[in-house]
DNA sequence: GGCTCTGGTCGATCGCGTCCACGGCCTACA
DNA sequence: TGTAGGCCGTGGACGCGATCGACCAGAGCC
């Protein structure tokens, strides 16, 4: 993972649909070089995958809203994470520090819809209670920052 | 924006590096029809971009933390916003209904990192307080969900 | 000093992207 | 109902890109 790295990685962050050869150009690399450098990176895991970014509200996704999780005591929290991973709406799911043992991203067409998922969630065994703050706007969501240093 | 168009989008949200030719198996047309299809796609606004997805720790970036806002009662929110906006530790930054007007999403390498965070958020003009969540760790994020039945 | 491993270039081949001309279907309208 | 026009597709052609193999330079190690 050196400067070369980076800057492939920078630049596929932008977009990802670029080419070998452009890529090549850009770093001032042969293509086949840049084309086993990617593989590399895509093997070793650093590269996930591509993803088409679609705007949400152009598939009928305009409402995005946070969902804070409390855990009952008693349930079993790899039950909890089964039963939202069933659910489609949930984009983000991160496991955190608090009482809130979970915070979900979740993206409905309706608030209709929301409040749907919500009486589903609250209804999931192991949830005692759940938070909702529904997202006015997105200012900008999954900005790609700059390639710190490497942590090797 | 019919069913080939969502099937186009599923199949680049999945892997936005696949081939027109590919793409054009995958749903029975031609490889031109195709790159006329996703050309309009993304000049409607559909598509906004392709990304590579990249591991926050493969780059040094292990720490995600949840950060709501409350702002002060005379403070301007676009000058909050433009502050955000020029921290790049940011990645994700919604306008939300409540109590807290921003909720935050950043992405640090290290606690201490927080901890400076946090500090220049305290100080940012405009904001009256914080309140840090942080992750620990993310069981999934950004999971493209099924286009629906398109608005139209 | 020589071996080997890594990571690069170069050249060739094959498939893909992309432009263009053509054609079929659907609709609007007389 | 006949016809013109627009939309959306196909097929062909051509140049570029992806990708493979062969080869080469430099670093590290015996």
């Known amino acids: 993972m050196d400067a070369i790295d980076q800057s492939l990685l920078e630049l ?4 990802a649909r670029l080419s070998y050869a452009e890529l090549a150009r850009q770093v001032g690399l042969s293509a086949p070089a840049v084309h086993e450098r ?3 990176l895509e093997a070793s895991g650093v590269v996930r995958g591509y993803r088409a ?3 949400p509200e152009a598939i009928g996704l305009g409402v995005t809203a946070l969902i804070g999780i409390v855990e009952d005591s008693g349930g079993d929290t790899d039950d909890v994470l089964e039963a939202f991973r069933a659910m489609p709406e949930i984009e983000s799911c991160y496991f955190m520090a608090g009482v809130e043992s979970f ?3 979740a993206r409905v067409g309706t608030i209709a819809e929301l409040e749907q998922l919500i009486v589903r969630l609250n209804r999931t065994p192991g949830v005692a209670s759940t938070r909702t703050a529904v997202a ?5 969501e999954n900005r ?5 240093a490497p942590p090797a």
């Open 103 to 105: 915070l979900l991203k």
């Open 136 to 140: 006015l706007s997105t200012k900008w």
């Open 53 to 55: 970014e679609v705007s």
């Open 144 to 148: 790609p920052q700059p390639v710190p």
């Open 38 to 40: 990617v593989g590399k």
């Open 12 to 15: 596929l962050r932008g977009n």
